[in-house]
């Protein structure tokens, strides 16, 4: 089990965009990543090389995730009342399913149904 994570990390480590170090603009990626924002109550389909946003805070938001491999970020920051019901598909974690509270922060980076994610200090 530790082998098979240990090589969905190095995957992951792959795939982070790398930044030019000269004869770009400073912190311009080889990749294009994209930005979308999304509201709560949403349902939203992940895309690959994509970093989702919450405009507002949350307690309800169901994600599911493509077919082909992806990788991509969820940011957010749940509401400060109200029951938690975030929903993701089958998923693998690193480190634990996350327990959302109220008023926190949170990333979580998913790459092909794997979460490694953390609260937002």
Do not use: H
Not at 45 to 73: H, Q
């Amino acid at each position: 089990m530790a082998k098979k994570i240990f090589k969905k990390l190095q995957k992951i480590a792959e795939n982070v965009p790398k930044v030019y170090e000269s004869g770009c603009e400073k912190g311009r990626a080889e990749t294009e990543t994209k930005r979308v924002s999304f509201e709560n109550g949403e349902t939203i389909e992940v895309v690959n090389n994509t970093i989702y946003t919450a405009t507002t805070p949350i307690n309800d938001l169901t994600v599911t995730y493509p077919k082909d491999e992806f990788i991509c970020s969820l940011n957010f920051t749940v509401a400060d009342t109200g029951d938690v019901t975030i929903t993701l598909p089958q998923s693998e974690y690193i480190g634990g399913a996350p327990s959302l509270s109220n008023g926190e922060t949170w990333e979580l980076n998913i790459m092909d149904g794997v979460i490694v994610g953390g609260k937002v200090e």
